[in-house]
């Protein structure tokens, strides 16, 4: 709502602007890909999965045929029974993963829902703390002259375009997330079919390492929010005795570093994962 004070309007849009980005983080995070927009985007997703599972099965034969040449010395090793039996349990449970592989990683991805879940229980939110302007802010500026405003036009409009970018590249970074989800997940059968040949398994390993590490990311995350709504739980304070202009550039500066403590933690959240998982 407006307070017909632009100075005033300006931070409450900036705030807002934070404030509905944070709570879309959180719904973000915890929802499913599969309801995502409507679940349109994991249809399409589903449909190119399973037309890619056709090449994956083609691939699956490549790599195991490979793998048969690179692994045994001569035929005659392939005839005694168990190297054949080891052989056959190999290409049986690499057919396996590429025909449900979509189910493998949708159980994994549960799994890391259930840890989200589990540490929003623990911590004991909801949803996140909202950054509110001071009401000892909103008076001063409003005791404000035209004059005296002046320079709070300065600040708050390089504060409000701090709070509106952090609050844009936050954002950017949770729904990179969701669609290297849905990348993993289309292009999934070709990496897995790697696993038919014992030289190259070692693909199919990286791909699921690194699809793990992406929905773990959404656990760093929540625990960024988590830290960050205790963290900023008390505001900024205010030294009432100071000038407009003073007041509101030290409660600015403070909330935009604030900001800067999770828009990084965010940002980090794959490489602090890859780091956990040695990739």
């Given at each position: 709502?407006?307070?017909?004070?632009?100075?005033?309007?300006?931070?409450?849009?900036?705030?807002?602007?934070?404030?509905?980005?944070?709570?879309?983080?959180?719904?973000?995070?915890?929802?499913?890909?599969?309801?995502?927009?409507?679940?349109?985007?994991?249809?399409?997703?589903?449909?190119?999965?399973?037309?890619?599972?056709?090449?994956?099965?083609?691939?699956?034969?490549?790599?195991?045929?490979?793998?048969?040449?690179?692994?045994?010395?001569?035929?005659?090793?392939?005839?005694?029974?168990?190297?054949?039996?080891?052989?056959?349990?190999?290409?049986?449970?690499?057919?396996?993963?590429?025909?449900?592989?979509?189910?493998?990683?949708?159980?994994?991805?549960?799994?890391?829902?259930?840890?989200?879940?589990?540490?929003?229980?623990?911590?004991?939110?909801?949803?996140?703390?909202?950054?509110?302007?001071?009401?000892?802010?909103?008076?001063?500026?409003?005791?404000?002259?035209?004059?005296?405003?002046?320079?709070?036009?300065?600040?708050?409009?390089?504060?409000?375009?701090?709070?509106?970018?952090?609050?844009?590249?936050?954002?950017?970074?949770?729904?990179?997330?969701?669609?290297?989800?849905?990348?993993?997940?289309?292009?999934?059968?070709?990496?897995?079919?790697?696993?038919?040949?014992?030289?190259?398994?070692?693909?199919?390993?990286?791909?699921?390492?690194?699809y793990a590490a992406v929905c773990l990311e959404g656990a760093i995350i929540i625990l960024a929010c988590v830290i960050f709504s205790v963290?900023?739980?008390?505001?900024?304070?205010?030294?009432?005795?100071?000038?407009?202009?003073?007041?509101?550039?030290?409660?600015?500066?403070?909330?935009?570093?604030?900001?800067?403590?999770?828009?990084?933690?965010?940002?980090?959240?794959?490489?602090?994962?890859?780091?956990?998982?040695?990739?």
């Open positions: 709502m407006s307070s017909g004070n632009w100075v005033i309007d300006n931070l409450n849009n900036a705030l807002e602007t934070w404030n509905q980005k944070l709570a879309e983080i959180w719904q973000l995070v915890t929802q499913s890909p599969t309801e995502f927009k409507g679940g349109g985007i994991w249809n399409v997703i589903v449909d190119i999965h399973g037309a890619l599972q056709a090449i994956g099965l083609a691939l699956l034969v490549l790599f195991f045929v490979i793998g048969v040449v690179k692994t045994c010395g001569s035929f005659a090793e392939v005839k005694r029974p168990e190297h054949a039996l080891k052989l056959f349990i190999r290409f049986a449970l690499a057919k396996g993963v590429v025909t449900y592989g979509l189910e493998l990683m949708m159980a994994l991805l549960n799994i890391v829902q259930g840890i989200i879940s589990t540490i929003m229980s623990s911590a004991g939110f909801g949803t996140t703390t909202e950054a509110v302007l001071p009401d000892a802010i909103v008076q001063a500026i409003e005791n404000c002259s035209f004059w005296e405003s002046i320079p709070l036009w300065a600040v708050t409009l390089i504060g409000g375009l701090f709070i509106t970018v952090l609050s844009f590249i936050m954002i950017m970074s949770v729904y990179g997330r969701f669609f290297k989800i849905y990348l993993y997940t289309a292009i999934a059968p070709v990496p897995l079919a790697s696993f038919a040949g014992e030289p190259s398994q070692s693909i199919g390993k990286s791909f699921l390492k690194g963290f900023a739980s008390s505001p900024p304070v205010v030294d009432t005795s100071a000038s407009a202009v003073t007041m509101v550039w030290v409660y600015v500066g403070e909330l935009i570093f604030n900001m800067l403590v999770l828009v990084g933690a965010i940002k980090m959240a794959d490489r602090v994962v890859r780091e956990m998982m040695g990739l």
